[in-house]
């Protein structure tokens, strides 16, 4: 008997959060990955943990660099089977008081670089006929205040993933996305007041905050095999969130 093939997931944003978390899973799962990342300090010491990875830095918002990246992956491993687009910054800020730069600023990474890595990518994942999982978020599907660049971005991303599962498709390549609702992490943990925090538990049905490992589960599920005919769908991993709307918290009392 052949030995089986060790799969290759490519995960951006991997140094830290949910990136780093998903990673983790997937080295559960028997993958190797290549994370990337543009802060080399801090992912050369997440990938310095671990035996199944290896680091690329890179800024995906760099059309060179990115083309360099994807090079230097399938020269170390050979193939590319699971591209996760997580890389993405937050600017929150009233509409008005938005600059264009500000603008720019999030889009250049959260969209472009969504946009550059999965089609640089697009040979590899043709070969193993792989998958693409997108990551946007909540404010993708349902507005918020300080969210116009952040909200727009992650829109747009939830509908770049559908583009990508209807042109892919025929080559095998499925496209998802996963949309995070509020989590854990700790930055979120160091900015939220205890005013907020009741808040999101409040209009959240499961009545808290996710965590990094709930999202990376997801993430995971839809880059295997498991999910071998999961495309073009948008999942918001939010703790129903989403699917309460405006919500009146007040009504489950008592």
């Keep these: 008997m052949t030995d089986p093939i060790t799969k290759i997931a490519l995960v951006t944003g991997a140094a830290r959060g949910i990136g780093l978390a998903t990673t983790h899973v997937l080295i559960e799962q028997g993958w190797q990955v290549a994370m990337i990342d543009r802060d080399g300090d801090e992912l050369t010491t997440a990938a310095g943990k671990l035996n199944q990875a290896s680091p690329f830095i890179c ?7 990115v083309d360099e990246m994807i090079s230097s992956v399938r020269d170390t491993f050979g193939r590319i089977d699971a591209l996760v687009n997580n890389a993405g910054v937050a600017d929150f800020c009233p509409l008005e008081q ?17 946009f550059l890595t999965s089609q640089a990518s697009i040979p590899a994942l043709r070969e193993t006929r792989g998958a693409i999982v997108n990551i946007a978020s909540i404010s993708g599907l349902r507005a918020s205040t300080l969210r116009v660049a952040y909200g727009t971005s992650k829109a747009a991303v939830i509908h770049l993933t559908k583009q990508q599962a209807a042109e892919l498709g025929e080559h095998g390549i499925r496209a998802n996305c996963v949309c995070p609702g509020p989590v854990r992490t700790k930055l979120a943990m160091a900015v939220h007041t205890p005013e907020i925090i009741a808040a999101y538990h409040d209009a ?20 295997s095999e498991r ?28």
């Design 204 to 223: 959240i049905p499961l009545n808290r905050y996710g965590s990094e490992r709930e999202l990376a589960e997801v993430i995971a599920f839809l880059c």
């Design 59 to 65: 800024d995906v918002s760099y059309p060179d660099q």
């Design 98 to 114: 938005t600059t264009f730069a500000q603008w720019r600023r999030v889009m250049e990474t959260n969209l472009d670089g969504v």
């Design 227 to 254: 999910a071998s005919y999961v495309t073009g769908q948008v999942i918001a991993a939010d703790g129903g969130f989403d699917s309460t709307g405006v919500g009146l918290p007040a009504l489950r009392e008592g």
